[in-house]
């Protein structure tokens, strides 16, 4: 129901720009994730945005770095990832929460329905 995509193989410094479509959603009262899961690792919440208010979050790690952004009319939401690092290696998920209150909410088991993921791998 929910299609990532954009990752790829990038250069330490460089950038990429993920996508969520959600199709048959009406994101206008949900809130949108996006989260990672490094190999060997717990998936953690990277960035949110809750779409009633537009409030948004960030981990410690990605603050300055990655922006959050949506495109209501076509019901995608993306994540624009600069200046990135080996260490944002990760399978990135994209996921929706649908009854998120007021902002959104960074924990994972908060959000209902989950895209594939898409991978990113960040190396010189």
């Known amino acids: 129901q929910l299609v990532d995509s954009g990752g790829g193989l990038v250069q330490p410094g460089g950038s990429l720009r993920l996508s969520c479509t959600a199709p048959?959603?009406?994101?206008?009262?949900?809130?949108i994730g996006w989260f990672r899961q490094a190999p060997g690792k717990e998936r953690e919440g990277v960035s949110c945005?809750?779409?009633?208010?537009?409030?948004?979050y960030y981990a410690n790690s990605v603050q300055g770095s990655f922006t959050i952004s949506t495109d209501n009319a076509k019901a995608t939401v993306y994540l624009r990832m600069n200046r990135l690092k080996p260490e944002d290696t990760a399978v990135y998920y994209c996921?929706?929460?649908?009854?998120?209150?007021?902002?959104?909410?960074?924990?994972?088991?908060?959000?209902?329905?989950w895209g594939p993921g898409t991978k990113v791998t960040v190396s010189s």
């Open positions: 996921a929706i929460d649908t009854s998120p209150g007021w902002g959104c909410k960074p924990w994972d088991y908060e959000y209902e329905y």
């Open positions: 048959g959603f009406s994101l206008d009262y949900y809130a």
């Open positions: 945005i809750g779409l009633i208010d537009r409030r948004t």
